[in-house]
């Protein structure tokens, strides 16, 4: 009998008996729940990472739950086998779905269970089930995100598209230099495969200086190196035009066109811009300002979301706040504040 591999949005149909999920995890303690309607439903687990459900006759989420913690931790991956037991069939029908990522997050529905006459529909909540792996402080961010949006993706009319706009001007080439622009991209890549739309065009960087550099179109997984790369062939620049970075392209690389879905545009610069009462009627405008700890307490638009990445006072001393697990929280938290009143005002 056939082994299907599943993903997120697919759904496979079993034959009309007791459904068993076996779970694997990696770098995680999980175990496995069963809510049906008006809640959990009888199911048995006769072993650790074992859940049959003797009767699906009505729609039965099937979830993964942290054992023993609040939250999956860092790296946490689940593996799942879903079919059936038979003595008469020794290779039965069953569904494989492997390498999800639960990290930073309280539980995740992953399969429903729904009868269909004399076969049960299996379906697949969720984005696709394996990632791309990000670099370690995207992971981190991402993790930060998941937890306090209480969610492993944004969906429907929540989810963004986003732009991450870098200023280039000849203030900012020291911290493009030493790696403290890369460490903000990385959170910026994390937080967007939490919030943004899975689309391959809804994330987007370009360079600012008098005008803006779009680059290629760039997985999460790969945008600090495209943005690394790309600055590395800069010439000296002057002056930093913000407004530039709300001329998106298109689809078809038409500068300016519409293309539907809010966009979030991160401003990654050194000091607020000349034009931030402009900026602050933009929508989804948000400054990413990276400054010295001594001058956070800097005088800003009302109106215009902001979130100050603090740096050492002494230019000596680098800056390693993407690797501490507390300041990409805090930062993260700060990014995602709109979005989460949002949902939580819905």
Not at 31 to 47: C, K
Not at 192 to 212: F, M, Q, T
Not at 268 to 296: F, K, Q, Y
């Amino acid at each position: 009998m056939p082994t299907y591999v599943l993903e997120g949005g697919k759904s496979i149909t079993l034959p009309a008996r007791p459904v068993t999920i076996r779970l694997q995890a990696s770098n995680a303690r999980a175990r496995l729940s069963a809510i049906g309607l008006d809640g959990p439903v009888r199911s048995i687990t006769p072993a650790a990472g074992l859940l049959v459900v003797p009767q699906v006759d009505q729609t039965i989420t099937v979830q993964a739950l942290p054992d023993g913690a609040d939250r999956f931790g860092p790296g946490s991956l689940l593996n799942l086998t879903v079919g059936y037991e038979s003595r008469q069939d020794l290779d039965p029908d069953r569904g494989v779905l492997n390498g999800l990522d639960v990290s930073g997050l309280m539980r995740r529905d992953i399969v429903t269970l729904d009868p269909e006459g004399d076969r049960i529909r299996v379906s697949v909540l969720g984005p696709a089930a394996a990632e791309a792996p990000l670099p370690p402080g995207a992971a981190m961010a991402r993790d930060a995100a998941r937890e306090i949006l209480g969610t492993d993706q944004l969906t429907g009319r929540y989810a963004v598209d986003a732009v991450v706009a870098v200023d280039v001007s000849a203030s900012m080439r020291p911290l493009l230099t030493d790696g403290t622009v890369a460490q903000v991209v990385d959170i910026l890549a994390g937080v967007h495969r939490v919030i943004g739309r899975p689309a391959d065009e809804s994330l987007r960087a370009c360079l600012v200086a008098g005008r803006a550099r779009w680059l290629p179109t760039t997985p999460p997984e790969r945008l600090t190196a495209a943005v690394t790369e790309a600055v590395a062939d800069l010439p000296l620049t002057t002056g930093f035009r913000a407004s530039e970075a709300s001329q998106r392209p298109g689809p078809a690389g038409r500068a300016g066109e519409s293309e539907g879905p809010r966009t979030v545009t991160w401003l990654i610069t050194d000091g607020a811009p000349a034009e931030a009462a402009t900026l602050a009627g933009t929508p989804g405008a948000h400054l990413v300002l990276v400054m010295p700890n001594s001058a956070r307490e800097v005088a800003l638009h009302q109106h215009l979301a902001t979130t100050v990445v603090g740096l050492p006072d002494s230019a000596s001393q680098p800056a390693t706040f993407g690797s501490d697990r507390n300041a990409v929280t805090d930062i993260v938290a700060s990014l995602v504040a709109p979005l989460r009143d949002q949902v939580a005002a819905s």
